[in-house]
């Protein structure tokens, strides 16, 4: 009985240098296990040209839908799907320049419009 309660403590003893209990981690390695949930209602939904893009920030998804029509394309577009001018006025079928002014035009609206929403 007596090697069997040495062994349990033994046991104990090895259990305790390699367990850490969550409490004793960083909020790092906490966060790597922990996971959150995504849900329609977090997020405001653009389509374009068969694309669907999601875009959390209300406030920017208001703005974007006061952009006209083509400026939006064009932002979400570019910084959304990450494609560049070119690629841009090939697939609209618009100048490349065109389109650098519409982005631009339309950066400037929204960032207006942000600052003139903000809470």
Known sequence: MEDERKD????????S?????????GDYLVNQFSTVDKHSTDFQLFMLNGFSIRV???????????LS???RDIILLYYFMDMSDMEIAELLKLNRSTIYRHRTSGL????????????
């Open 8 to 15: 349990y403590f033994k046991h104990l003893s090895r259990l």
């Open 17 to 25: 240098k390699k367990e850490v209990s969550f409490s004793d981690t």
């Open 56 to 66: 959390e920030s209300d406030l920017l998804s208001e703005a974007l839908r006061n």
């Open 69 to 71: 029509e083509k400026k």
């Open 108 to 119: 400037a609206f929204i960032k207006k419009f942000m600052e003139e929403h903000e809470e």
